[in-house]
């Protein structure tokens, strides 16, 4: 079994090493992370500009270390090591629970994989664990037996509590945001303003977050599609628009002309932004 | 109606502002936006320093400029303004399409709105038209009649073609990627890899990179969560974990500690990572 | 005259439009500026990817952006436009005076120019001040008439006040930092620390900062060396090491593998950093 | 003796630990460093945002994490730890030679320690080294020995070539800059531009670029200075300007009122840019 791993806080992180570790007993191990830590930058693939790889070295292991983001990585290490069986994406070093795995890099690289028709698996661990990974060891080979034995789910977002119980599958936590913004004076006498996370204390059981608060490790499986498709069903049926007619002159399939002006007309960052 | 306007051009873009003034036909604008072009930055709140709101000029509309993210910028406008009725983000230069919305600003200004319990509604042009943005007008009238007034979705993904014929409810898009990496030489003689997105020639009939080709303007209701509710279903019954007994031995609501221990783990960029 | 406009606000701040503005005044104008803001990013050369060079409208002139810093303007710029007889960067928003002209942008631009063998002008107006360029178009016309006409200085420095009472040379303001550390709490209670620049308030008369303190527009004229000739020839004196060993030693000129050899060991950034 | 060491490659990079593990045969070390890699970024102090400083470890040093520039490092470090006599910026991966040290993030931590009254030293390694630092520590053990000692520069930048056969004293190389523009096409036809920098063949023999060419250790005094003196006085003498007046009619110290309106007008990044 092939075994791509990757992350978002950078190639010489300890979680990485970690993770590769435990893959390397299911399978063949080649590691592909950003060289430098990527968690505050874009997380779309990089077509404004050509990618490195470079062979580096990670405890013995074959790496290579891209200036890019975590999905190109993914994209670059799928390119430059064919028939890949699974892609894994961490560990994180903290958690990506409900909400706000939408910005995460760690799940970005793991819907890559997805999307290039590969599994993807993201593992994030506490963020306020010390960098030894060892007492996770156990835990990450549990859920690699898992998810890379029997159940072939093609994407999935695992999160580690501190001090793990057991294994459960979770819905992601999507409670309305309990943000709380917090006006300071900056020396100068200006007024900023913080924007602090509040705890959610009412997190619903059966949820990742609320699964992580009781030290249980939590397992998503995540769709790529995120239409809500019964919003779409009741909007179509009470106003029509030009459904109806849309379906009815259009082709089925569009011309090559008109996939690749579409194709320019999408957004790439500095290349293409007026 | 009070409408929040952002976007993740930056709040000189033109975009914003052929927005705001079709929007100020609906009730009182606001424009609340990154200082400079967020596109390729992080999407997520800004937890690690306090963010700047300050009063500038956009074409006569009360308007702020925020040193921070797009969804900071939603945040605060919410925070400052009581009783927004509705967030309008965009006009992006660059469509938003299928997969793609997943790292798009555009669509995560949105998504903030969504989260705090506001509508959101993420609008998007071609990035291959010119910056006169004086004949999507009428369209974006046409789409905000829609969806500020009888439909009422929470968070809408619209796309607007060269030349609109009409209007049409989609679904995203979700084909699996069909990137390429090309290997080029640098000047040095050193290889590197352009990860570039080829044409999607048989987008399928219904989404909205179909609809924008056939030239049709695409609505797309979104769903928050990103969890595969089948496959979550399916998977607890073929392999069940610990589900069973964290749900009999773990509280329904989790302590106040254990809440904020678990907020303490979340990935939190330069604060918390070690 | 052939004069090259660049800046590091980006070329849609209306600071580089007013100065081209004058310019044209005195020959052939073109602009050639980063596409986004770039004062707080890299200031070299960008050597670890190419760079985008694409056609622009300012206000009817000449003008093309660029993806890459205020240096890599001017270079594009004097490759695709030969016999650039001079090159303008500014009108920046906010002074860069004394020590602080180290790490501007628009300082680097200018010195780009001179690294080429064209003459480099920088010139910045108040940061307080209205994007309202007029009242400072009389004194940048005065300025142009001296250093474009009989003062041809290779690198100079300009700094405009608030309120221009005349023109003087002076040279640059390098008191020791006058920083205060300031102690916060962020509202999670963690101690943070704004690094705060405070007035120099006793800032040496015939300085750059004194003159704009007194409402004169400075000239510096800025050398490339930054070495400090007196304490080189101290030190030599006192201490000589192995310099006269090597001077005897080693060939006046290097092979050319050492010079590539030395050149690939120069930093460059993500391309070459382990 | 108290020796700060800091760097821009990040308080993780091995070539930092090298240059702690040496000097700490000279006094008590401590390492005060960007928590990222910071090369590509601005140099100057961060006055937008308040900065944390949180204790790490580097192979049993006292270390603290700082997630700004390495100049605000240095700031904080000194303000944490009062009577620093030195401060060290390194071991950098990638040579500072010549016209690239104006945008060194090494050198700029080292000017700020300057700036603030204590001695700054930046050492720089070649890039094409192996990050074993093994070999180079005898010759930072004599360069420490020799400017920790009896040469008490203010400010002095070193770098050491792949096989070192001595010490030298040089100047910085500021012949003109021999990069070379490249167009190529993307993959999509359109035409980039690399912007390659040029082994330069012919460096000066005494300077900085041809002693490490030699294989020789380059010890270089900088100035924090940057006017041209010379120049300057040519300046005054042929064309006077408005100076006899302004030195006549204008106070020798400014006003607070002045001195803080100036202060206010400098740039600062986002806080203040229009």
Known sequence: ?????????????????????????????????????????GHAITASRPLSYRATNIKGLTAYRVNGTPADCV?????H???????????????????????????????????????GIAL?????????????????????????????????????PRDPRGLMWARASVRRYDGRIVPVKDPAGRTLFWS??????DADAGTDRWAVEQNWISLTPLRLDPTDDAQ???????????????MAVSPGTSSPEAARSVRDDESEASLTKA
Chains 1, 2, 3, 4 share one sequence.
């Open 1 to 41: 079994m092939r075994i791509l791993v990757s992350n978002d806080d950078g190639i010489y992180s300890p979680g990485i090493a970690a993770l590769a570790e435990v893959a390397s007993e299911f399978g063949t191990v080649r590691v592909v992370a950003p060289d430098v830590e990527r968690s505050s930058t």
């Open 232 to 246: 779409l069903q009741d909007a179509r049926d009470a106003w029509p628009l030009d459904d109806a007619l849309a």
């Open 196 to 201: 602090t996370v509040v705890p959610i204390e």
């Open 124 to 160: 994030s661990a506490p963020s306020g664990a010390e960098p030894d990974f060892e007492p996770f060891k156990p835990w990450i080979r549990r859920v690699l037996q898992l998810l890379l034995g029997d159940v072939r789910l093609p994407l999935v977002n695992v999160n580690f």
């Open 75 to 79: 994209s670059l290490g799928a390119y």
């Open 81 to 119: 090591w064919e028939k890949v069986d699974a892609v894994l994406s961490g560990l994180n070093i903290g958690l990506n629970l409900g909400n706000s795995l939408g910005h995460s890099g760690t799940v970005a690289a793991a819907k890559q994989a997805a999307l290039l028709g590969l599994r």
